[in-house]
């Protein structure tokens, strides 16, 4: 059994671009939630996808968007980066509302 | 964004000593989930609690779930230099139908240090 992997690792970028990142889900998991932990700081709730579709969102602006495809893979966007989006991005997968597991994370710093 | 309240922040230990650390909430959650957090990685489940009064046990690790179901307790007996972490609480609310779709909500984390 595969567990959740994240591509890339770590990823530098500046102000104003954009990024892509990519997150595969345990094999058997059709629901895949992002999370945004900054230093010292517990993992905050981005976005679930369900089905390739958004399930629920929290308290981040709309340059914060993702799709899940008909694998269950998912990816996260951000538009127009800026400094306090430096984080480690947290990918997690689960079968519906169950138990989330998460992988290993991406660490996007910005320039 | 709205974080549990875990503590404590930190703990300095001997090894083979035990811990204890707590979570609470002030909103009810269905499930409550314990993980832990090496530098540089994913947080790894470790205990998933499913009901009010419930206490799970996975080797030295003891966790219950609160009855009011807005605060939960990890116990880790006999500590070993591995435990050395960051330990996270999460709450879950999945409520059918609901709008709360299952997100974690987390704690602001516990830091153990183990010394040999």
């Known amino acids: 059994e595969t567990g959740v992997t994240q591509s890339p690792t770590h990823l530098i970028k500046t102000r104003g671009q954009q990024v892509t990142l990519r997150c595969s889900s345990q094999s058997g998991h059709n629901t895949v939630s992002w999370y945004q932990q900054a230093l010292g700081q517990g993992p905050q709730f981005i976005f679930q996808?369900?089905?390739?579709?958004?399930?629920g969102r929290g308290n981040f602006p709309p340059r914060f968007s993702g799709l899940q495809f008909p694998n269950y893979s998912s990816e996260l966007n951000v538009n127009a980066l800026e400094l306090d989006d430096s984080a480690l991005y947290l990918c997690a997968s689960s079968l519906g509302w169950s138990e989330q597991f998460f992988g290993p994370g991406t660490r996007l710093t910005v320039l | 964004g709205q974080q549990l309240n875990q503590s404590p922040q930190s703990m300095f230990i001997q090894e083979g000593e035990d811990v204890s650390m707590n979570c609470t909430s002030s909103s009810i959650f269905n499930t409550w989930l314990w993980y832990k957090q090496d530098p540089g990685e994913g947080p790894v489940l470790l205990i998933a609690l499913y009901k009010a009064g419930e206490l799970t046990s996975n080797g030295r690790l003891t966790a219950q779930f609160g009855i009011t179901r807005k605060d939960s307790f990890l116990n880790i007996s006999a500590s070993i230099p591995s435990d050395v972490g960051i330990y996270f609480c999460a709450g879950q609310l999945d409520e059918a139908g609901g709008t709360s779709y299952g997100k974690l909500t987390f704690g602001q984390g516990t830091i153990l240090t183990v010394h040999p």
């Open positions: 996808y369900y089905r390739e579709e958004e399930n």
